[in-house]
């Protein structure tokens, strides 16, 4: 009897590492999406343009543009910036 999962499954502990990282990836990326429709919504439903908001945060227009459309990878202090402004409770877990 084989006493590793990842043996029996036909992988490697390579493989698994492979498979969690790119899951990982995977996750991150959708959340970056989830942030960014985030963002748009509370700045639409408090009315501000975004150069208003930029005036705010001290960003640039156009990089909160980026952050809104999921592109990019913004610091956590610009998005911690953009949650104060917009009045979004941040919560921070390990992933």
Do not use: N
Request: proline content about 3%.
């Amino acid at each position: 009897m084989i006493d590793e999962p990842e043996l029996a499954a036909g992988w490697t502990k390579a493989d698994w590492e492979h498979y969690r990282l790119l899951s990982l990836a995977l996750s991150l990326e959708a959340e970056r999406g989830r942030i960014g429709d985030l963002l748009f919504e509370r700045r639409c439903e408090q009315g501000f343009t975004r150069g208003q908001l930029a005036r705010l945060t001290g960003m640039r227009a156009k990089d909160i543009k980026r952050i809104e459309k999921g592109r990019g990878d913004p610091p956590l202090s610009l998005l911690h910036g953009l949650f104060e402004v917009l009045g979004i409770a941040a919560r921070y877990s390990a992933l």
